[in-house]
Structure formats: C-alpha cells, structure tokens
T-cell receptor, first 113, second 116 residues
Framework: DGGITQSPKYLFRKEGQNVTLSCEQN?????MYWYRQDPGQGLRLIYY???????QKGDIAEGYSVSREKKESFPLTVTSAQKNPTAFYLC????????????FGQGTRLTVV | AQKVTQAQTEISVVEKEDVTLDCVYE???????LFWYKQPPSGELVFLIR??????QNEISGRYSWNFQKSTSSFNFTITASQVVDSAVYFC?????????????FGKGTSLLVTP
C-alpha cells in the first residue's frame, strides 16, 4: 500500500545530542514537508522540499536540518541547537505543484531526557 | 499572524448531538484552498475535505457537512448525530501560493469529545 512511513515512533534524546527522524514515501509525490506539533499550538512548518536536492526553511527552521537526496526520502535532523525539541513531529507529502491534499505519516514523538 | 483561527479549543457533546466546528481564515490571494483534517489519538492526520476558493458550494458527506462562505472568510464543519468515534482533534488549514510553496497553514485545532 502507498503511504508515508515515519520512524521511529518514539525517540528519546539526551540533551546535546543530534537525532535524525526518518520519513519515507512511496506515493511518487514531489513535495515533502516536516511539521512540529506542540499541545495547543497546532502544526507549524519546519522545512519543506518541492523537488529533489532542493529544500526551503519554514516558519520554525532554527535548530533543524534536512536533506532531500532522493524523491522518496526527507530525513529531519534535530540538532543540539534546538532549545526545546520535545514535540510530536509529522512528515507529509503532496503531489504538487498544485494544492492537493497532504498525506501524513503517523508521526514521531521526540522526548529530551 | 495567525492565518487560520479555530476559536473553539475544546468542545464536549453527548452522542447524537449535532456539533459545528468553526474556522475563520485570512488571505489576500484570490486562489487558495481550504482543508479539514481529523487527528485521532493515534496521531496521524486524516484528510476530510479540500475546497478551492472558487467553489462555494456546500458539501455533505454522510454525517459530515461543510459550509464555505467567502463573505465571512469562514469554512465551518458540522457533524450531525455525533458518535463516540468522532472524538478527535480537528484541524482547519489554508494553502496559498505563498513563499512556503503549497504548505498547509494550520489552525490550532479543536478537540472534540463525544460522550455516550
């Protein structure tokens, strides 16, 4: 079945460590997105990529980095520079370049310990 | 500035009641798209509906209906005869041709609790 797979589902990180969240899609979608969800805050855009080897910062990119070397994959690295990384992270993709509905992964819950 | 406002943070209803979730948006574009997503406790967002700015026709899908009014910049969502399985967080979202590509701009969500 086509869809978006995020891994791991739960992730624990020690302060000062970088961690990478995986996002893979087999929908042949061009565009991919990373959102962060905090309680009561809705979803906020971290990074997005409309084509391979290109990505752009979203509203809250500080402390995060991404790569888009393959169409199917859009990993997100949470660096030690991110001061409050504990959150729920959601990856999405769209067919693009039109405003079609976004398909979402099941999310990764990151906790800093 | 918040482009999508969902003023209702939490709503609690008893099963079989009708409930309306409000959504007000802000945009200067003439072409834009509005969405509703459902987020059950599992966390994954489930797509419910997409509407473009040129189509103000209301839509009904089973117990779900949507009222799009450009005059008031609103895109409200009504669940008729609510059920316990409708309990979830519901997000309204806006997509414009902005400098974020076609990324969705979400409201803060409305948490709906339906009790037996």
């Amino acid at each position: 079945d086509g869809g978006i797979t995020q891994s791991p589902k739960y992730l624990f990180r020690k302060e000062g460590q970088n961690v990478t969240l995986s996002c893979e899609q087999n929908l042949n979608h061009d565009a991919m997105y990373w959102y962060r969800q905090d309680p009561g805050q809705g979803l906020r855009l971290i990074y997005y990529s409309q084509i391979v080897n290109d990505f752009q910062k979203g509203d809250i990119a500080e402390g995060y980095s991404v790569s888009r070397e393959k169409k199917e994959s859009f990993p997100l690295t949470v660096t030690s520079a991110q001061k409050n990384p504990t959150a729920f992270y959601l990856c999405a993709s769209t067919w693009g370049p039109v405003n079609t509905e976004a398909f979402f992964g099941q999310g990764t819950r990151l906790t800093v310990v | 500035a918040q482009k999508v406002t969902q003023a209702q943070t939490e709503i609690s209803v008893v099963e079989k009641e009708d409930v309306t979730l409000d959504c007000v948006y802000e945009t200067r574009d003439t072409t834009y798209y509005l969405f509703w997503y459902k987020q059950p406790p599992s966390g994954e967002l489930v797509f419910l509906i997409r509407r473009n700015s040129f189509d103000e026709q209301n839509e009904i899908s089973g117990r779900y209906s949507w009222n799009f009014q450009k005059s008031t910049s609103s895109f409200n969502f009504t669940i008729t005869a609510s059920q316990v399985v409708d309990s979830a967080v519901y997000f309204c979202a806006l997509s414009e041709n902005s400098n974020s590509g076609y990324a969705l701009n979400f409201g803060k969500g409305t948490s709906l609790l339906v009790t037996p």
